[in-house]
């Protein structure tokens, strides 16, 4: 049987840290691993699911090199769809990808084959978007001074749900006299439609080694200690709406507004911004998806990082292995909206909308790969408060970061980073595409990059090479036309408009209404070079519309990319906006 588990408030101020119960992350129900092998074929195949996509793991008998081709279908199907192919890391000896796009509660075939002629099978599922009940805990209506600390665990056939009494809102507010709102050191835990308020440190702590946990729907604001620079004495930072501790894993953080913590980061002006964040996952153990959240503040109240974690330079990492990131609103950071660093071993961020951040997405060092960033809408990126020179899209760390692994140094961000179908807004974007610290083993397709700076870097020194193509892109005069390729809109869209302005340089002749005449570097327009440009990408834009893909975010002819809370799949309004 298992121990008693229960869920109490705490009537003291300070408390001391327990260890929650530690389930296994590939034996619970969030990350679905289904290895089938058929007669003949190879063994070492493994797929690993979250809602939309699947990680594919294939280790062949026999070493290989290049990519290996992917197709699939969904069980019953009889057509089979290509998939984008999987890359083969020579240090591990090992195939590693994504199938992106998926439905969720789905069955899929899958055929890997290899350049050898090798070839594997596997069947695997999409995880379901429905998660069974098993014990619901009803919070009182109203407000509560005290945090409330869950440590009865449910099961992957019955999850054990927290929330208000039905008709009433619970609101937690500890006027800073507790570290925590919400502590969760059980498994299989739902977190739902709370308002979390003046937390000491983070708003709900998932203790170390916990698995399976949903955090849903919730309100956190005010919480955290008052922070700033580390030059001005401060040493503690990364207070968080929701923060991991050490090999927590298999987290569902969803549709939570988190806005308006008690401090804010300070800018670069006073060295490398340190301070509040919205979540934080300390090494995780992988297998999270963080979707639909809106991570917002004032510049005054702003953050460090949006989405970060630790470490950044490891085998581990956030959100580490099997992790998607999507669909979220993510605006006032001082370093990076995203960081997602570490192993980054098929690690997914698309559809999100980020503004006024310094760095869009921090992935210094991806030290295994693949990574995939997809679909994402970067919009306005400043150094301070006081100056709006923008910063990078993509920060990495180089090829001179190493690691030590079973005590020898090896490579730190020689993994593989793929950047697809991205859009960078001007003016007052980013100034570059990457960061200084140099980049390997990069491919990106189809993305926006107008910037007023550096757009590719130079071929590495070492490592593997990069592969930059097919992206729109363009100096300080482009950049600052960037506007004119979208269709106006008050939403948060961007539709490619048929024609955009550009300069014919030089002294062009015209001809109106009998009279010849000569203009220097007028301004024409032109068709815009991202309609039914874009290279094609299995699984990535099999969707689109005309003679080829658009490049950029957003498809003509598709509906529009939503972000945030209203844009999950039957959005509904929680208990603390509702009564």
């Known amino acids: ?137 009803h919070l009182q209506g109203g407000s509560m001074d005290r945090p409330v600390r869950i440590t009865e665990s449910g099961a992957a056939e019955g999850w054990h749900l927290v929330t208000p009494s039905p008709g009433t809102k619970t609101v937690i507010d500890v006027f800073n006299l507790h570290d925590h709102c919400i502590e969760v050191a ?37 919480w955290g200690r008052v922070g700033g620079a580390r030059v001005w004495g401060v040493f503690h930072g990364s207070d968080s709406a929701i923060y991991a501790e050490t090999g927590a894993g298999g987290l569902v953080l969803q549709r939570n507004l988190i806005e308006h913590p008690r401090s804010g980061a300070n800018d670069w002006e006073s060295g490398h911004p340190d301070g509040p964040q919205g979540i934080s996952l300390n090494n995780s153990s992988g297998g999270n998806i963080i979707r639909y959240n809106e991570i917002r503040s ?61 760095a869009f997405v921090a992935t210094a060092g991806t030290s295994k790969g693949p990574l995939y960033i997809y679909r994402n809408v970067f919009g306005t990126s400043r150094i301070s408060h006081q100056d709006s020179g923008g910063g990078v899209i993509i920060k990495t760390a180089g090829v001179k970061r190493t690691l030590t692994l079973d005590g020898r140094e090896v490579p730190g961000d020689m993994g593989r980073r793929y950047i697809f179908h991205n859009t960078t807004l001007q003016p ?48 300080y005069l482009a950049g600052g036309f960037v506007r004119g390729m979208f269709v106006p809109s008050d939403r948060l869209e961007w539709f490619l408009a048929a024609t955009v302005p550009s300069i014919q340089w030089g002294r062009v002749d015209f001809s109106r209404s ?9 301004l024409v327009y032109i068709a815009n070079p991202a309609i039914d440009k874009g290279a094609r990408l299995p699984g990535f834009n099999d969707d689109y519309h005309g003679d080829a893909p658009d490049i950029g975010a957003f498809e003509n002819g598709n509906p529009p990319l939503r972000f945030g809370r209203e844009a999950a799949p039957g959005f509904a309004r929680a208990p603390w906006e509702t009564y």
């Open 1 to 137: 049987m298992p121990a008693q588990v229960y869920c109490r408030t705490i009537p003291s101020g300070r408390h001391n840290r327990q260890k929650g119960p530690v389930g296994c992350l590939l034996l619970c129900g969030l990350l679905a691993v289904f290895p089938i092998f058929s007669s003949g074929l190879l063994r070492g195949q493994t797929a690993v699911s979250t809602f939309e996509c699947l990680s594919l793991y294939w280790t062949p008998e026999t070493p290989s090199d290049g990519e290996a081709k992917v197709r699939f279908r969904a069980e019953g199907e009889q057509v089979w769809r290509q998939g984008y192919p999987v890359w083969y890391d020579d240090m591990d000896g090992q195939f590693r990808g994504s199938l992106v796009n998926l439905r969720s509660g789905t069955t899929y075939e899958i055929e890997l084959s290899a350049p050898s002629g090798q070839k594997a099978m596997l069947t695997a599922a999409t995880r379901s978007e429905q998660f069974p009940i098993g014990k619901t805990t």
């Open 186 to 222: 059980a498994d299989y835990v739902i977190v739902r439609g709370l308002e979390l308020k003046n937390a000491g440190q983070h708003a709900v702590l998932i203790r170390k080694g916990v698995h399976n946990v949903v955090v849903e729907d919730c309100h956190m604001t005010q």
């Open 298 to 358: 004032t510049e005054d109240h702003g953050y460090n990082d949006g989405i970060g974690g630790s470490s950044n330079f490891s085998f581990e990492g956030s959100p580490n292995r099997d992790s998607d990131i999507y669909g979220n609103i993510i605006t006032h950071c001082w370093d990076d909206a995203i960081e997602s660093e570490g192993a980054n071993r098929n690690v997914r961020l698309w559809g999100n909308f980020i503004d006024k951040t310094f």
């Open 428 to 475: 007052n974007g980013a100034l570059d595409v990457f960061s200084g610290h140099g980049v390997c083993n990069t491919i990106t397709r189809n993305n926006i990059f107008r910037v007023r700076g550096n757009i590719y870097p130079g071929r590495p020194e070492k490592g593997p090479p990069n592969d930059f193509r097919n992206d729109v892109t363009g100096g």
């Open 514 to 522: 009998g009279k010849n005449f000569a203009i220097t570097d007028p």
